[in-house]
């Protein structure tokens, strides 16, 4: 739903002046386009912005390291409400909502891997390409991964609890080694680890749990090739859950949290719980959904094992047999500075020239980079017969020629990409075409890639023209 004010402004804009901006080649045509919300004060709140930039909202602490990618002469990074004309989100683990997605917004890049905290469905309707950071910080993670298996076999929790309350009463020295009966484990060495998920942590723990001596299975039914060459060569490959986890000692968990029908809420259920070996040790630094904790909490209850997690649980936290850590795989300095910067060079790619790459919602697409005497236009559409045709048409009724193009589409959306050639035209008036593109059916919002940065961003809003 469009507010009120920027409604009047999308009405009026067209009536309102647009910069002419030059190509850098001396025969280049004066190509006249939209200027963000007219002569900017209809930009939403003017004091919160600056024109000729563009503004990056940010959600949660995002690494200096990595806002520091956006140059200060084209960008501004604000958090959250004060970014009031944002063309760009920038998150962590913050529950994205939608009417936080200002209209100006173009993309939102999540610094991690999880983009469950987004409403990534909504987003796909409107037109914005969300991104991650695949791999970023993935090192941090297993290692958290590596630790939870430690913390698992060895009753250090246990243990350091125990030395508090001795050190309380003034008996430490008397009964620590008279105690420490209380606190035997086990070893890893040669113990068996099932790796659920065999993507950028998996294969990484698959790995790392062969090299400390332990045997490892895995299950992944979209095992990309990229991770397949990581994986250890002894890894038994299993082709379920079930089948995955009945012999193991210990059960990694490195599946993304999926909603509805075909997704993975609760996939560690019952039926997979009953099957686990007893004194099994099961590991969740994926998302706390992803466990059914009834199952859980009945099985530790009722058997050995253990749940050793970084996500909230109401009936695990305080049981005896699980050690419950705050959401902190991901938080060390170099898997925060890796996210950040990750997603702010993607953010930057998208902004400055159209590419999309680390989408989980749109496809992947890059284009050489623009031709001298040209001008970029990138239109997002449905993906329906026709449209690439109908834009075609449109570039052609205004004496256009396309000089280079290219046609993604992933699901429900394509992604379109056209340089269009602007020698032997002394001025071309862009707000018209990119009207025209725009409000045809199936279209979801057009940019011009040129120009001042912030600029040329428009969208159909159940037609309404948005500028
Ligand atoms: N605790 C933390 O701080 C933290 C940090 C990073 C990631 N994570 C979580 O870990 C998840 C995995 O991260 P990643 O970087 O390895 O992601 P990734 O995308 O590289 O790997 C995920 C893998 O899971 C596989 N998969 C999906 N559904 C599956 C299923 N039902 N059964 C088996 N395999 C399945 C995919 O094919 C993929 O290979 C993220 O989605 C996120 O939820 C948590
Ligand atoms: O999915 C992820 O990348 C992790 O859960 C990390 O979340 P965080 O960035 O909030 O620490």
Redesign the pocket.
């Known amino acids: 739903m469009i507010p009120t004010a920027l409604r009047t402004a999308a009405r009026t804009s067209g009536r309102q002046s647009a910069a002419a901006f030059h190509t850098t080649a001396s025969l280049a045509a004066d190509v006249s386009v939209e200027h963000g919300r007219g002569e900017w004060k209809t930009y939403g709140d003017i004091t919160t912005y600056k024109p000729g930039h563009f503004q990056i909202k940010t959600y949660n602490k995002i690494s200096p390291h990595g806002l520091a990618r956006f140059p200060k002469e084209n960008y501004e990074v604000k958090e959250g409400e004060n970014a009031a004309n944002a063309h760009a989100i920038l998150l962590r683990s913050h529950k994205l909502q939608e009417d936080e997605v200002n209209l100006t917004v173009r993309a939102i890049a999540r610094c ?3 983009t ?1 905290n987004v409403p990534v469905a909504r987003m796909t309707e409107l037109g914005i390409p969300v991104f991650n950071t ?2 970023a ?2 090192n ?2 297993k290692e ?1 991964v590596l630790a939870g298996m430690l913390l698992g076999s060895r009753r250090i929790v246990d243990g350091i609890n125990h030395m508090y309350s001795l050190g309380e009463q003034g008996l430490a020295r008397e009964r620590v080694e008279k105690d420490k009966a209380m606190f035997g484990g086990r070893e890893l060495k040669g113990k068996t680890l099932a790796v ?8 990484a723990t698959a790995r790392d749990a062969e090299a400390l001596g332990m045997t490892v299975t895995g ?6 090739i990229e ?1 397949a060459l990581k994986l250890p060569r002894s890894i038994a490959l299993k082709d379920s ?1 079930n089948s995955c986890v009945g012999d193991a000692d210990y059960i990694s968990l ?5 909603k509805g029908e075909g997704g ?1 809420h609760g ?1 560690i259920g019952n039926d997979v719980i009953s099957g686990f070996k007893n004194g099994a040790v099961l590991l969740n ?3 706390g959904e992803l466990v059914d904790s009834e199952a859980m909490k009945t099985h530790l209850d009722n058997n050995d094992g253990k749940y050793i997690s ?2 909230p649980d109401d009936l695990l936290w305080n049981n005896a047999n699980s050690v419950i850590l705050p ?5 060390t300095a170099e898997a925060e500075d890796a996210a950040a910067s990750m997603a702010a060079d993607t953010i930057r790619e998208f902004l400055e020239s159209g590419t999309i790459r680390n989408s989980v919602n749109f496809p992947a697409t890059s284009l050489p980079n623009r031709p001298e005497n040209s001008i970029r236009l990138a239109v997002v559409t449905l993906n329906k017969p026709g449209m690439l045709a109908h834009i075609s048409e449109a570039f052609a009724n205004n004496d256009l020629n396309i000089l280079q193009q290219i046609n993604q589409s992933r699901g429900d959306v394509a992604y379109n990409v056209v340089d269009v050639d602007t020698s032997g035209h002394n001025v071309v008036d862009f707000k018209t075409v990119q009207e025209k593109i725009t409000m045809l059916d199936g279209v979801l919002s057009s940019r011009v890639i040129y120009g001042v940065p912030g600029t040329g961003y428009a969208k159909n809003v159940g037609g309404d023209y948005f500028v």
Not at 196 to 203: C, D, S, T
Not at 219 to 224: F, H, Q, W
Not at 254 to 258: E, L, R
């Open positions: 991690g891997a999880g469950n695949p791999g910080n993935a941090a993670v958290l659920i998920g065999l993507g950028h942590i998996g294969a299950y992944d039914p979209g095992l990309s991770n859950i490195n599946i993304p949290y999926i993975t996939i630094f994926a998302r970084d996500f959401h902190l795989g991901a938080s």
